[in-house]
T-cell receptor
Framework: GQNIDQPTEMTATEGAIVQINCTYQ??????LFWYQQHAGEAPTFLSY????GLEEKGRFSSFLSRSKGYSYLLLKELQMKDSASYLC???????????FGTGTRLLVSP | EPEVTQTPSHQVTQMGQEVILRCVPI?????FYWYRQILGQKVEFLVS????????KSEIFDDQFSVERPDGSNFTLKIRSTKLEDSAMYFC?????????????FGPGTRLTVL
């Protein structure tokens, strides 16, 4: 079966750092993607990992451990506009489809 | 920056009616996808399309659904006889290839409401 787990909701304060975890069990793995989705809008690409380790992109970093089936998205210097859902998605090996988790709703407060 | 576009942004239809949702993928992209998201639920894969044929489809994509690339720019999703449970946000996406480093970029979505 396929299972992608993320916390449902997280809260953090403006300027802080937050880490959103994702664990996955999928039939095949060809990369893990993080998307941001504001309410009623399309998912917007943030980062991807295909090899183990940390990928950094400005205020956002993403980490992957394939042996543990684990990833996290790290958001630094949080801003109010970072309030959104963060979707973890696995690209299955040999397929073109992304399998999404249910998303983590992040609320950034002043 | 190039982007995926979708029309209409909202579509309201009666149960049993046919709807066509339209997408214009990014111009140099070769792979096209449809996903849907029922309100409050996760994004779900429907179908992928390459070289004028379906390359993969999910269990959701039954005989009521079809996709087409009628010309060099548009990519459409047709639902033949809509059901109440088809009410959802439908997202089109495209990617340059299927190499894992090639990101799928999503359009703004069409909100379909079936009454």
């Amino acid at each position: 079966g396929q299972n992608i787990d993320q916390p449902t909701e997280m809260t953090a304060t403006e300027g802080a750092i937050v880490q959103i975890n994702c664990t996955y069990q999928t039939s095949g793995f060809n990369g893990l993607f993080w998307y941001q989705q504001h309410a009623g809008e399309a998912p917007t690409f943030l980062s991807y990992n295909v090899l183990d380790g940390l990928e950094e992109k400005g205020r956002f970093s993403s980490f992957l451990s394939r042996s543990k089936g684990y990833s996290y998205l790290l958001l630094k210097e949080l801003q109010m506009k970072d309030s959104a859902s963060y979707l973890c998605a696995v690209l299955q090996n040999g397929f073109q489809k992304l399998v999404f988790g249910t998303g983590t709703r992040l609320l950034v407060s002043p | 920056e190039p982007e995926v576009t979708q029309t209409p942004s909202h579509q309201v239809t009666q149960m049993g009616q046919e709807v066509i949702l339209r997408c214009v993928p990014i111009s140099n992209h070769l792979y096209f996808y449809w996903y849907r998201q029922i309100l409050g639920q996760k994004v779900e894969f429907l179908v992928s399309f390459y070289n004028n044929e379906i390359s993969e489809k999910s269990e959701i994509f039954d005989d009521q659904f079809s996709v087409e690339r009628p010309d060099g720019s548009n990519f459409t999703l047709k639902i033949r006889s809509t059901k109440l449970e088809d009410s959802a946000m439908y997202f089109c996406a495209s990617s340059e290839s299927t190499v894992s480093t090639d990101t799928q970029y999503f359009g703004p979505g069409t909100r379909l409401t079936v009454l």
